[in-house]
């Protein structure tokens, strides 16, 4: 049985799924393999959409992580976490309207959003991961002088 401390483990194997997907589904359209590119992106979305739910159950019965370390590293993970955290919020409105416009079979509207969404949605995983590589793997927070 998975508990909640096992969920960063969780989200980070999803993003990195979702990198796959998103990488094949852009393979897939560019070489006009329609079917497997639907494929794939659709592969994406239900994996971000696990990711969101595992994302969200984790962060209500937990809170915010924090970041383990001083110094350098510091303002070049929060950069990253805030680019991240931003795109993250827009990704969640434009997926939906590019898979809509997709589904509907609007392919003119859904190839003008779809090249912004991609790249962004590429970039909220890779960073996704890059995040969760900072400060579960290589940074964790072990508590401060009063902890423990």
């Known amino acids: 049985m998975i508990s ?7 989200n980070a194997a999803l993003n990195a799924l979702s990198i796959v997907f998103l990488a094949l589904g852009l ?11 639907r494929a794939m992106m659709l592969s994406a979305v239900v994996v971000s959409g696990l990711f969101l739910i595992s994302y969200l159950i984790y962060h209500f019965n937990s809170g915010l992580a924090k970041f383990g370390v001083e110094g350098i590293v510091r303002p070049i993970y929060f950069g990253i976490l ?3 955290v ?3 919020v827009v990704i969640t409105a434009l997926v939906p309207i590019t898979l809509f416009r997709a589904l509907a079979e609007r392919f003119d509207r859904h190839k003008k959003i779809a090249r912004w969404t991609w ?3 590429m970039y909220v995983a890779v960073s996704g991961v890059v995040v969760y ?3 579960v793997q290589m940074f964790p927070y072990v ?3 009063d902890a423990g």
Request: proline content about 9%; overall charge positive.
């Open 133 to 135: 590589v900072l400060a």
């Open 143 to 145: 508590g401060g002088p």
């Open 4 to 10: 909640v401390a096992d969920l960063p483990h969780l």
């Open 82 to 84: 805030i680019a991240h």
């Open 27 to 37: 393979r897939y359209i560019l070489r006009g393999d329609k079917r497997r590119h």
């Open 119 to 121: 790249p962004l949605w």
């Open 86 to 88: 931003i795109g993250a």
